[in-house]
């Protein structure tokens, strides 16, 4: 049973650039989250969708970042334009239902912006 | 000035011996709690939950513990290995709200 799937896994772009993260949550699952690691700020939740909407955007960082979830097997999370402070390990998660049920993380997407 | 990262506790114990790993947890409403298990370069990996109305919960040798008068999570692993050094989260949350974490314990293992 495949878990949550990320792509790419890793990547390296110049500070300006887009850039654009993708992820397939579990079959079956409604809720799709997305957050962000780093070593000064640990894991923090960006936004979170529920039935392919966007429920909670809060932790969305300013204006450069962006979210979507065009149906229940595919999101993606793009930063235009992006800049060095976004570097960090870019995870999905998917959850079951809406309430009190795990999130499974998929792999991770490690960004480096110079 | 200088920035600094998170400072993350560390554990270190023998291998077969027993690790516990604990938790202070902020808010008093929480009442679901996950234990997750980093490896590195890998995603938060599942490992037990717990709800509020219970204290104590066993998996395959883990047991968790909740303690709600003083906010407090642990995580005991039985006869640790190699393959648990890892950096463990908690995570809390209230009711159908998101999930918060903590920053984390770096547990090693000495074989």
């Known amino acids: 049973d495949a878990g949550v799937i990320q792509s790419p896994r890793h990547e390296v772009t110049e500070m300006g650039q887009e850039v654009t993260l993708r992820c397939k949550p579990i079959?079956?699952?409604?809720?799709l989250f997305w957050y962000r690691q780093t070593m000064m700020r640990g894991l923090e939740l960006l936004i979170y969708?529920?039935?392919?909407?966007?429920?909670?955007d809060s932790g969305m960082p300013e204006d450069r970042f962006s979210a979507k979830m065009p149906n229940a097997s595919f999101s993606t999370l793009k930063i235009q334009p992006s800049e060095p402070r976004d570097s960090a390990v870019y995870f999905c998660?998917?959850?079951?239902?809406?309430?009190?049920?795990?999130?499974?993380f998929g792999p991770g997407t490690r960004l480096l912006v110079l | 000035g200088e920035s600094v990262g998170l400072h993350l506790p560390t554990l270190s114990v023998q291998e077969g011996d027993n690790s516990i790993i604990n938790c202070a947890y902020s808010?008093?409403?929480?009442?679901?709690f996950i234990w997750y298990k980093q490896e590195s370069g890998k995603g938060p990996q599942f490992i037990i939950d717990i709800r509020s109305n219970m204290d104590k919960r066993q998996g395959q040798r883990v047991t968790v513990l909740l303690n709600k008068t003083v906010k407090h999570l642990s995580l005991q692993i039985a006869a640790t290995q190699p393959g648990d050094s890892a950096v463990y989260f908690c995570a809390e949350q209230t009711g159908a709200n998101n999930l918060f974490f903590g920053t984390g314990t770096r547990l090693t293992v000495i074989p």
């Open positions: 998660a998917s959850r079951k239902g809406a309430g009190q049920e795990t999130q499974y």
């Open positions: 079959s079956g699952h409604n809720s």
């Open positions: 969708f529920n039935n392919n909407v966007p429920i909670d």
């Open positions: 808010n008093s409403a929480s009442d679901y």
